[in-house]
């Protein structure tokens, strides 16, 4: 049995789902319950929930005494563990080895340096390699001949890379002017960030439907015909799919942090990674088809 932690943002985990589709199985994917019940339903892993006070624990010097008869067969059943959450000699890895002795234990590094060149997926590939466990990413098959609509999603939690508003209320609305069906969607950032004028527009005038949680927004996006949005956690959740994609990168740098795949594209500013607002209407227009 494999065990893989994880306590990154979304938009990382997804970036690692190409890992995880390659990983042996049975793997069992140890969380944030949103995130390990998304792998679950899209790769068929078995999710557990890292709030757990048991996983908790692993962080403290001692580490827990007593386990559940559920945790414990994990970590008796385990014949590799795979974390991103640890260094060879901190107390979580000090735990581990006690409560699987004999189990491999794998530890990666969440975050490339700044001065590395390569994808963030590559950057993974070669430190479980380098531990003796080399994988093929797996990318998504393109889910086609979609009849769904074209979701929109302005949002994501860093403000660099948000394009602006207004720009996607024109895309909207040249999309719908040429007879396309448009699913605006909105999130939690948004209910906290945006004023309640421009909320009351969205919701009312143009018709976004708000999601609280990606799990809620995953049968959407597995049904629509074209992903819009920015460098955040749907972003990535659509690409994964196998849903069409189209990314507006501002300060992303696509050979760096982009989703890989036919299925995805992106518009960004033309000397490459920069200003988001640098982006224009009728960029985004070519990109989808209408310019």
């Known amino acids: 049995m494999q065990l893989l932690f994880h306590a990154g943002p979304l938009d990382e985990f997804m970036l690692l789902m190409p890992l995880m589709r390659a990983m042996p199985r049975p793997l069992t994917v140890i969380a944030p319950w949103q995130r390990t019940s998304l792998a679950a339903r899209m790769i068929g892993t078995t999710p557990m929930d890292i709030e757990l006070f048991e996983f908790s624990r692993l962080h403290a010097e001692g580490g827990p005494t007593r386990v559940s008869p559920a945790v414990g067969e994990l970590f008796d059943h385990a014949t590799q563990i795979i974390s991103f959450l640890s260094s060879e000699t901190?107390?979580?890895a000090k735990?581990?080895?006690?409560?699987?002795?004999?189990?491999?234990?794998i530890l990666i590094d969440p975050r490339p340096p700044a001065e590395h060149d390569g994808?963030?997926?590559d950057w993974h590939a070669d430190q479980l390699a380098a531990q003796g466990l080399s994988l093929k990413p797996i990318e998504p098959q393109t889910n086609e001949h979609i009849t769904g609509p074209i979701v929109i999603h302005p949002g994501s939690s860093t403000i660099k890379r948000c394009w602006p508003a207004d720009r996607y209320e024109a895309l909207i609305e040249a999309l719908r002017k040429q007879g396309h069906h448009v699913k605006p969607v909105i999130g939690e950032v948004e209910l906290e960030r945006w004023s309640p004028d421009r909320m009351h527009h969205w919701t009312e005038s143009l018709g976004a439907e708000v999601f609280r949680t990606a799990d809620a927004l995953l049968p959407v996006l597995q049904h629509a015909r074209l992903f819009i949005g920015n460098d955040a956690g749907p972003m990535h959740l659509a690409a994964q799919l196998g849903t069409p994609t189209l990314g507006i990168l501002g300060p992303t740098a696509p050979n760096k942090w982009a989703p890989r795949g036919e299925h995805f594209r992106y518009t960004s500013p033309t000397d490459g990674p920069g200003r988001i607002e640098d982006v224009a209407l009728a960029a985004v227009l070519e990109a989808v088809g209408l310019e």
């Open 95 to 105: 735990n581990v080895h006690r409560l699987s002795p004999n189990a491999k234990l």
């Open 90 to 92: 901190d107390n979580w």
């Open 119 to 121: 994808h963030f997926v």
